[in-house]
C-alpha cells in the first residue's frame, strides 16, 4: 500500500499534504509513503524531516505517483498530474469541483477514485477530518493580522503620557469559523468589534466572544440557518435591508473583515462602492471570499487595492497558505483521520466501505465515471434538483 505525496503545482501554494508526523502514522498502518522532493519546503519542512520520518524522497512527481494506491495533495491535481496518477488509485484533495466539471470528467477518466474534502459531513465523527472548519480558522485569523498590517495603526486603547491612542473599530460580516476566529483575535488584541450574520444562532457566539450583534432580525432572518448550520441565501428584499443597516455602520469602521462564500455560486455582495466611498481615509477591507469574486465590489483577486479615498482593500488568495506550516499541519492531520477510515488495520491494506456515508458525501469520481449526485449526469426524464444556497465560511 504506497501513499504518494506530490508537491503542489497550482498557484503559489504553500501547503502540503503530509507532515512527518502523519507520515510515521502512516507507516503504523502499514503505508510505504513517498514524498516529492522539496514537496513540503514552502511549510518549512525538509526532505530530510520526512526521511526521518520513515518515508522515501522521489526525484520528481511522477515517480512519487508510481504504484501508488493513494494520492494526498492539498489542491485538486493540474491537467498535466492527471495524467500521471496510477489507475485505480485514490486522489484525496480539496477538489473544488463546482464550474469544474471538466476536471471531474478528466478524473473519471484517467480511472481514480476522487475524494473531494471539501464535503466531509458535518458531524460528531468527522469533525477531525473537517478540512473547511481547520482552514477557516487559519483564514480568520490570519485576516485580522493582515487587516492590521495595513491599517498601520495600533488596535488596543493605550493611555499614554503623550496622549490616548483609540481602539480601533472592527467589523466581521459572515459568522462561521472563519468569523468567529476573526472576532476572537480582534478581541484579544484590544479591538473593539461588532459582527454580522444572516443565522440567528450565530448571535449569542458573537456576543460570548465581547462583540456586538448586528443585524435585520426580522421573520426570514428567524428562519435562516439550514439543518446543517449554513446559512440559506437571503432574498433580495432582506439583502437590501440589512445593507442599509451596515451601510452606516460600515462608515465609522476602521477595519472590515469579510467571510461569506456560497458553494457552487459566486460569493455574495455585501460592500458596494458606494459603501468603500464612506469609509474613512486609511481603512481596511480584508476580503476572504475573493477568489469566489469577492464580497467587496472593489476587491481584485491577488492585490491590494487603494480607493481614491484612500481604503485598502486587501484580496489575498489562498489565505491558509499565508501561514503555510500551521495549515499544512492541520490539513495533514485531516486528511489522516479519514484515509484511516479507508484502512483495514488488521490486514494492513485499503478497505474502502463504499457505503460509508464518509465516502459517500465526498466521493467524486469511481470506475470511470462521474459518481456524485451533485455532477454525476441525470436522466432527462427527471428535473434537476435544484440546491439550497448556504454560506460557507467554514
Known sequence: MRIAVPAETQGAETRVAATPETVRKFIGLGAEVVVEKGAGLASGINDADYEAAGASIAKNAKDALKGAAIVLKVRRPAEAEIAALPAGALVVATMDPYGNEAALEALAKANVAAFAMEFMPRITRAQVMDVLSSQANLAGYRAVIDGAAEYGRALPM???????????????????????????????????????????ATKEQVESLGAKFLAVEDDEFKQAQTAGGYAKEMSKEYQAKQAELTASHIAKQDIVITTALIPGRPAPKLISAAMVESMKAGSVIVDLAVERGGNCELAKPGEVVTTANGVKIVGHLNVPGRLPATSSSLYAKNLFAFVETLIDKTEKKLAVNWEDELVKATALTKDGAVIHPNFAAKPASKPEPVAEGSVNNG
Not at 481602539?167 to 459582527?195: D, E, P, S
Open 158 to 200: 493605550m493611555m499614554t503620557a503623550a496622549g490616548t491612542v483609540p481602539a480601533a473599530k472592527i467589523f466581521i460580516m459572515g459568522v462561521g469559523v472563519a468569523g468567529l476566529q476573526a472576532i476572537a483575535t480582534a478581541r484579544r488584541l484590544g479591538a473593539i468589534v461588532t459582527a454580522t450574520d444572516v443565522r440567528p
